[in-house]
C-alpha cells in the first residue's frame, strides 16, 4: 500500500460534520532579551498545530528580521489606521513603540483548530486577558538579572536601549505572578521541553476535549464498543 493509501482512513476517520475543535491562544511574555522570540520559532518548528501570531509594529526591522515572519513592520500612520478600524486584538506602546496583535489572523487561525502563540508585552496580556477566556499565560524570566544583559549584548542591542530595555524588565517582572505559568530560560533545550509540556497539557484538558470525548462516550451508551 502507498503512503498515501495508507493514511486515507486515519485522515477521514473525522466526519466532515464535527468541526475541529477552538483553537487555544497561547500568551507569552517576559522581560525583552529574555529569549521569547528564539523559542517561539523553535515551538512553531516542533509542535504540529501552534502558529505564530505575527504582530504589527512600527519599530524598524533589526538586522536578520523579516517582514511578514518576524513582524509586519509599519509606519505610526498606518498603524492607527488598522487601530480605528478595531483590527487588533491588543495593542500597547513599548519602548517608544507601538506593537499590536491582528485580531483577524488569531480569529482565522483558532476557528480553524489551531492554537495560536502571542509574544506581547504585560498590557496587551492584561487586555487579552479581559477579553479572551480561556486563554494561557505564560511568563518567561532569565535565571538571573547578568543573563539578561549579556543577551541583549550579544543580541547587538545598543547601550542606550539596552538600559531602557533592561529598566523596562523591572516593572515586567512584578507581573509574572498573574500568569498561569513560570517558565526558566536558562538552557534553550530544557526552556523548549517545558514549553511543549504546558502546550501538551493543555490541549488534554477535559474541558477542550469535551466534544471529542461526547462522540466517543455516545459510542459506549450505545453499547460496548468491540
Ligand atoms: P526576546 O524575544 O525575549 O527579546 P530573543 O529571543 O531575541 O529575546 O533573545 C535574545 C538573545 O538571547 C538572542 O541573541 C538569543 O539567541 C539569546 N538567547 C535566547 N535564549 C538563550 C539561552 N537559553 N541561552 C543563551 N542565549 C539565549
Ligand atoms: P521587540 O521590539 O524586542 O521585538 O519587542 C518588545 C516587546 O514588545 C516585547 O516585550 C514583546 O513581547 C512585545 N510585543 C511584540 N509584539 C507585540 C504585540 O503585538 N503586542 C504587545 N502588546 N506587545 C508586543
Redesign the pocket.
Known amino acids: 500500500m502507498s503512503k498515501a493509501s495508507s493514511l486515507r482512513p486515519i485522515l477521514s476517520e473525522r466526519p466532515k460534520s464535527n468541526p475541529p475543535r477552538r483553537g487555544v491562544l497561547f500568551v507569552l511574555s ?1 522581560p ?8 517561539c520559532r523553535r515551538l512553531v518548528r516542533h509542535v504540529p498545530g501552534l502558529r505564530f501570531s505575527v504582530s504589527y509594529t512600527t519599530r524598524s526591522a533589526r538586522p536578520g528580521e523579516q517582514e511578514g515572519v518576524d513582524y509586519h513592520f509599519v509606519s505610526e500612520r498606518v498603524f492607527r489606521k488598522l487601530q480605528k478600524k478595531g483590527e487588533f486584538l491588543e495593542w500597547a506602546r513599548v519602548d517608544g513603540q507601538l506593537y499590536g496583535t491582528s485580531r483577524a489572523q488569531v480569529n482565522r487561525s483558532l476557528r480553524r483548530g489551531e492554537d495560536v502563540l502571542l ?1 506581547i508585552d504585560t498590557q496587551g496580556a492584561e487586555q487579552v486577558r479581559r477579553s479572551v477566556a480561556d486563554a494561557v499565560f505564560i511568563f518567561m524570566l532569565p535565571p538571573d538579572p547578568a543573563a539578561l544583559r549579556e ?1 541583549h549584548r ?2 547587538g542591542t545598543d547601550p542606550r536601549a539596552r538600559a531602557r530595555r533592561l529598566e523596562l524588565a523591572r516593572c515586567e517582572v512584578l507581573q509574572s505572578e498573574r500568569y498561569d505559568y513560570l517558565v526558566f ?4 533545550e530544557s ?1 523548549c521541553r517545558d514549553l511543549k509540556s504546558i502546550i501538551f497539557a493543555e490541549r488534554c484538558r477535559t474541558r477542550r476535549q469535551r466534544p471529542r470525548a461526547r462522540r466517543v462516550l455516545q459510542t459506549f451508551r450505545k453499547g460496548t464498543p468491540e
Open positions: 517576559g525583552s532579551g529574555v529569549g521569547k522570540s528564539t523559542l509574544d543577551r550579544r543580541r530560560n536558562a538552557h534553550l526552556a
